[in-house]
């Protein structure tokens, strides 16, 4: 069975940072593109990063581009998303997720997904 475990969601005020980790069970990690994904009230799922299974690709959407950074540990089966210069705008919940397939990059069918963790930026 796959588990997707995201930690580090919380309260930050605007400016400050936070590390989002993901950890993963149950698939292939090496295998897999994975994905940071989130969704706040009343709006959208959209795709934040992802990362190719190397690690040595990834795409972030326009948004985050030089606040937000993807890595992965194929050694310990975990991805990270570290975000700098929070803002009020970034507030959601964010989702870990993986894809086996992933064709194209990085917009593709993601087939699992975590619980999701509170991420809250103050003004």
């Known amino acids: 069975q796959v588990q997707l475990a995201e930690s580090g969601g919380g309260l930050v005020q605007t400016g400050g940072s936070l590390r989002l980790s993901c950890a993963a069970s149950g698939l292939s990690f090496k295998n897999n593109v994975m994905g940071w994904f989130r969704q706040a009230p009343g709006k959208e799922r959209e795709l934040v990063a992802a990362i190719n299974r190397s690690g040595r690709s990834t795409a972030y959407r326009d948004s985050v581009k030089g606040r937000f950074t993807i890595s992965r540990d194929n050694t310990k089966d975990t991805v990270a998303l570290q975000m700098n210069t929070l803002k009020p705008e970034d507030t959601a919940v964010y989702y870990c997720?993986?894809?086996?397939?992933?064709?194209?990059?990085?917009?593709?069918?993601?087939?699992?997904w975590g619980q999701g963790t509170q991420v809250t930026v103050s003004s």
């Open positions: 997720a993986a894809s086996a397939t992933c064709i194209p990059f990085p917009n593709c069918q993601y087939n699992s």
